[in-house]
């Protein structure tokens, strides 16, 4: 599985991005997708993540409320809607594919894209 995350940019606070994660490969729609964020100076860390099916979403609780994570998988393509962004929000946000347990641990994704940059303004 191959991944490329986009739609990244600068935003004024209050504002809002969606990001899309765009996958290649006929077994995507097998794989758990998580949103994971790295901010200068700052570790990885989870955002938001979706089961195979879209039936469960889970988030990380400063995106809670805010975020919305969705998959089309006839499009191969997963979303991450960010409203109500905030000056803390800004960082490259990465997509991932995961088939073991974990969704909020990097370690357990097998295929990352190459991030997008999302920078708010206060």
């Known amino acids: 599985v191959q991944l490329q995350a986009f739609g990244g940019g600068l935003v004024q606070a209050g504002g809002s991005l969606r990001l899309s994660c765009a996958a290649s490969?006929?077994?995507?729609?097998?794989?758990?997708i998580g949103w994971f964020r790295q901010a200068p100076g700052k570790e990885r860390e989870f955002v938001a993540g979706i089961s195979w099916t879209g039936g469960s979403t889970y988030y990380t609780d400063s995106a809670k409320g805010r975020f919305t994570i969705s998959r089309e998988n006839a499009k191969n393509t997963v979303y991450l809607q960010m409203n109500s962004l905030k000056p803390e929000d800004t960082a490259v946000y990465y997509c991932?594919?995961?088939?073991?347990?974990?969704?909020?641990?990097?370690?357990?994704?097998?295929?990352w894209g190459q991030g997008t940059l999302v920078t708010v303004s206060s």
């Open positions: 490969g006929r077994t995507f729609i097998t794989y758990d």
């Open positions: 991932a594919a995961r088939s073991r347990r974990g969704a909020s641990q990097a370690g357990a994704y097998d295929y």
